[in-house]
Each structure stands twice: as structure tokens, then as C-alpha cells.
């Protein structure tokens, strides 16, 4: 089991290396004496982007990995409060929308305390998701979540759509009492309204099929990963959201098509003039083929970055031999680098490859509503995903 300073003394080290320089014995003799003195120690804003970083090449189910000297990360362990916080993703996605031309953006609030555990939490999976209502419109995946934000008090404006944007819900660490499966103490929750304004969205449009445009399907163009902790030296940061740019068969052969969230296949086939009850067909195969397409032509078409699969892969080629003429192994979890649309004529299928989890990393933590302690839901907006493993350093 690794101590608190040898998890420290490790990130030191990694630091040292990344920045090509050697160790500073201060720095060392600074960061124990916190730890002696305080049980924990607090990072220096260089090693917070070196360790972000390093956490996105390290996420070893991330197709995307090649941007990750790219990733601009922004400290603001300063702020505590839910309104605060919620300016500060607010600044966070204009910064990343960046007019479509989308920036990979790490923000980085207060860490857990040594003694309680607590931090300030965000609830949401993502910081821009679509609401779900049970036996009615909306990404069935947000239902339970759509539940406890009414609980809290918001309510869509109008009558219940396809895409009702989800407020942001934010709880303070505090020093409460906590409330109902909030995550064992802190402030009560709160939710902001989330302006549609800030949010930019892409109409999903076909460059042939006409009727795909009159769907009223849209997307939204930043995914904010919300719900993540960020490891970096022993120092847990359950508040760190970060964004790359979709895969557009992210947004086309699952969040649109996956069976338990929009389920557009059959309603695809029928516009393409297909049977969506043969079943030795491949209907599903063209109508995800074609919803695929209708998905990068209207990103590329409004100017939002969106990748292809097929340069996903390539772009993995790339991060992978560059890994390797640094000296550094390359590790991957080869069912989440797989796409999910013709996985076999990508290189990434052919590849073996170990699933290896190292620190700094990005991992899964309970959502704070969830009293049963079960595991967030998550699609993989690109695409920075791992899972605490036996023996990961973390």
C-alpha cells in the first residue's frame, strides 16, 4: 500500500522528468514537511499541468491521447462556494467552445480534505447533458438524474422535449451534516440554470437525406466530463472537469443509436425506406452508417472540431509511436479504443495491447445522488476514461 509521500515522492520525480530538469531537494523537503505537519501537501500550478497532462496520456481509454501536450489546465483551488464554482464553468466551456474550434481544458478546483474526505462536487456526469423523462422525450440515461434535479426544484421550461438542457448542480464541501446520498456530508446542493446561450449546439443534418434535417436532432459541441477524479502525487481532486472534442461516433453510434438512449435506428430506416423489422437485414448497419455521416457533415459544415474514427485511429497510430521513441510503454484498454462503427478496419482492432492503469490518472468516483453506491453512467466524450483496478496506484 503506497504512503501518501511515496505517492509525492514519486509525482516529484515524474515532474523532474517531464520537464527535463533535475529534482529540487527543497521542493522534496517542503512537500514533507506538509505532509508531517498537515497530512496532505498542496501542488505548485506547474505540477498541476504537468500532472494533468499526464493523467490524459495515462487514460488508457482514450482513443485521443496524441493532443495530450495540448491540454490547457486552469487552477481554480481558490474557490469553493457553488456559485463561484458555477462562473468558473461557465468561463470554462466559452474558453473551450472557442467559437467551434474546440480546446482541450482541465479546471482544477479545491482537493479533498486529509481528515474528511470532503470537496466541492459537481452531480452532473457532464456538465451539458439533455434531460430524460420516464415514459416520455429525452436520453433515457439522464432519467435518474432528471429525477433528482426536480427533486431540488428545477423544472424544464414549457412541456418536456427531446433536449431539455439539465441545470448544473453543485454541492459545497462545507461542514454540514450532509444531505441524502450526498456523498456523506457538505452543503445542501444547489442548481443553476444552465443558459442555452453558453451551450453550442449542432443540428444534425444530411448532405442527402433531406428528412434527417426535419428530425429536429441536435448535439451539443463541448463534452465536459464532470464527474471524474483527477489523482495526481497521492492528492485526490474530486472536482476536476475537463473536455477534449467528440468522436463523431460518439454522438452517431451511441448517444444517438444505442438502444437505451435515443434509439434513432428504426426511425432512421424508415426515412431510408428500409424494414426495421427484418431481422436478417442489415438495416441497422446503413441507417448507423448514414446517421454517422449526417453527424460529421454538420459539425464540419458549422465549424465545430469533431474526428473521424478512421483518423482517431491514425492519430493513435501516431501517439503511439511517439510513446515509444520516448521510452515510454504504450498501454490501452482495446475494447474502449475499438469504434463502435466498422471496428475491424481500423489499426487499433488489430492491435494487442496491455490494459495497464498508471498514475496520474482520471477515475471513477460515486456520484454524490446515488445512495445505493452505485457506479456513474457514462458515455466517453473523448475521451479520457479509466477505472480504479486492483493494484492501480490510486
Known amino acids: 500500500m503506497y504512503t501518501l509521500l511515496e505517492r509525492a515522492a514519486e509525482f516529484?520525480?515524474?515532474?523532474?522528468?517531464?520537464?527535463?530538469?533535475?529534482?529540487?531537494?527543497?521542493?522534496?523537503?517542503?512537500?514533507?514537511?506538509?505532509?508531517?505537519?498537515?497530512?496532505?501537501?498542496?501542488?505548485?500550478?506547474?505540477?498541476?499541468?504537468?500532472?494533468?497532462?499526464?493523467?490524459?496520456?495515462?487514460?488508457?481509454?482514450?482513443?485521443?491521447?496524441?493532443?495530450?501536450?495540448?491540454?490547457?489546465?486552469?487552477?481554480?483551488?481558490?474557490l469553493h462556494r457553488p456559485g463561484e464554482i458555477f462562473r468558473a464553468?461557465?468561463?470554462?466551456?466559452?474558453?473551450?467552445?472557442?467559437?467551434?474550434?474546440?480546446?482541450?481544458?482541465?479546471?482544477?478546483?479545491?482537493?479533498?480534505?486529509?481528515?474528511?474526505?470532503?470537496?466541492?462536487?459537481?452531480?452532473?456526469?457532464?456538465?451539458?447533458?439533455?434531460?430524460?423523462?420516464?415514459?416520455?422525450?429525452?436520453?433515457?440515461?439522464?432519467?435518474?438524474?432528471t429525477r433528482i434535479c426536480r427533486e431540488l426544484g428545477w423544472r424544464p421550461e414549457g412541456k418536456p422535449g427531446e433536449f431539455d438542457l439539465l441545470p448544473v448542480v453543485i454541492q459545497g464541501a462545507g461542514d454540514g451534516e450532509g444531505v441524502p446520498g450526498g456523498g456523506g456530508g457538505g452543503e445542501e446542493p444547489q442548481w443553476f440554470q444552465l443558459p442555452r446561450k453558453e451551450v453550442?449546439?449542432?443540428?444534425?443534418?444530411?448532405?442527402?437525406?433531406?428528412?434527417?434535417?426535419?428530425?429536429?436532432?441536435?448535439?451539443?459541441?463541448?463534452?465536459?466530463?464532470?464527474?471524474?477524479?483527477?489523482?495526481?502525487?497521492?492528492?485526490?481532486?474530486?472536482?476536476?472537469?475537463?473536455?477534449?472534442?467528440?468522436m463523431g461516433t460518439e454522438i452517431g453510434a451511441r448517444n444517438l443509436s444505442d438502444p437505451d438512449r435515443y434509439d434513432l435506428l428504426p426511425r432512421v430506416a424508415l426515412g431510408m425506406g428500409l424494414d426495421p423489422e427484418e431481422r436478417t437485414g442489415l438495416w441497422r448497419d446503413r441507417a448507423m452508417l448514414e446517421l454517422n455521416e449526417a453527424v460529421l457533415h454538420s459539425f464540419r459544415e458549422d465549424g465545430v472540431t469533431v474526428v473521424d474514427h478512421h483518423t482517431a485511429s491514425r492519430q493513435w497510430e501516431a501517439?503511439?509511436?511517439?510513446?515509444?521513441?520516448?521510452?515510454?510503454?504504450?498501454y490501452g484498454d482495446w475494447s474502449w479504443l475499438v469504434p463502435p462503427l466498422s471496428g475491424s478496419t481500423s489499426s487499433v482492432f488489430h492491435t494487442e495491447m496491455e490494459n495497464r492503469v498508471l498514475s496520474p490518472n482520471f477515475y471513477y468516483q460515486d456520484p454524490p445522488w446515488r445512495e445505493d453506491g452505485g457506479e456513474a453512467l457514462h458515455a466517453c466524450p473523448f475521451h479520457i476514461r479509466s477505472r480504479r483496478e486492483e493494484g492501480a496506484p490510486a
Not at 44 to 68: D, K, P, Y
Not at 112 to 128: C, E, F, H, S
Not at 319 to 330: K, T, Y
Open 200 to 246: 453550442l449546439e449542432v443540428e444534425i443534418r444530411h448532405p442527402r437525406l433531406p428528412f434527417m434535417g426535419e428530425m429536429g436532432l441536435r448535439w451539443y459541441a463541448v463534452p465536459v466530463i464532470t464527474d471524474m477524479v483527477l489523482e495526481l502525487g497521492g492528492i485526490e481532486y474530486p472536482c476536476a472537469p475537463f473536455n477534449g472534442w467528440f
Open 319 to 330: 501517439f503511439a509511436a511517439r510513446e515509444r521513441n520516448a521510452g515510454r510503454p504504450v
Open 12 to 78: 516529484l520525480e515524474l515532474c523532474a522528468r517531464e520537464l527535463d530538469r533535475p529534482q529540487d531537494p527543497s521542493r522534496w523537503d517542503q512537500v514533507r514537511r506538509e505532509v508531517e505537519h498537515r497530512g496532505t501537501y498542496t501542488h505548485t500550478f506547474e505540477e498541476l499541468q504537468v500532472g494533468g497532462r499526464v493523467a490524459w496520456r495515462n487514460s488508457t481509454r482514450c482513443i485521443g491521447r496524441l493532443h495530450w501536450p495540448s491540454l490547457v489546465v486552469r487552477d481554480h483551488r481558490n
Open 89 to 145: 464553468l461557465m468561463d470554462h466551456l466559452r474558453f473551450a467552445t472557442n467559437q467551434g474550434r474546440i480546446r482541450s481544458t482541465l479546471s482544477i478546483f479545491p482537493p479533498a480534505d486529509p481528515l474528511t474526505g470532503r470537496a466541492p462536487r459537481i452531480w452532473n456526469g457532464k456538465l451539458v447533458r439533455y434531460a430524460g423523462y420516464p415514459d416520455g422525450p429525452g436520453d433515457p440515461e439522464e432519467i435518474p438524474f
